[in-house]
């Protein structure tokens, strides 16, 4: 589980200057206003489709050309059907899917949290409430017989360790 969690902080540097010239292109429009919908209105829901679109855009390329994301390579890390082969995109866009859904409590949460309650203890725990979905599908690799999170066994992908190449 350390290794996921270890290649996508790795992930998080390309993805985060993705977004970034992902937005230089809604600059132009916004004239001063922040990027929130009481201020931007609907180009705010375009520009958080636009984010989750290079999001997913990432990890679907990647994974359906070598199986690896940038991040994945170091840890020696796979993404694959269980016959190993590599998935089709149709499958790495529904793992995606079911990966923004284990991410959805914490980031809807989070707007109606922080913007409409006072008490920081409630807060605290709500949005550590928020974050158990995601945190239990991958503590589920150390139940599972097979070591697949939620997310592996809803999409029929693995998450698979190469083996150390050879020294030379």
Known sequence: MFRRVASVVYDCLPIFALTVIATFAFLPFLHGRVLVPREAGALAYLYWFVQLTVVAGFYVFF?????????ML???LRMQSPNGALIHWKRALARMAATFGLWAPFFLGYGLIWG???DRTAR???MGASLLPIVLAYVWIWIDGDRLAWQ????????VLLPKAGRR
């Not at 994974?63 to 991040?71: D, L, N």
């Not at 592996?152 to 998450?159: A, G, L, S």
């Open 116 to 118: 409409h309650w006072s």
């Open 63 to 71: 994974w359906t050309r070598k199986g690896q994301t940038i991040g």
């Open 152 to 159: 592996d066994r809803w999409t029929n992908t693995r998450v």
């Open 74 to 76: 170091p840890w020696r």
């Open 124 to 126: 605290s725990i709500a």
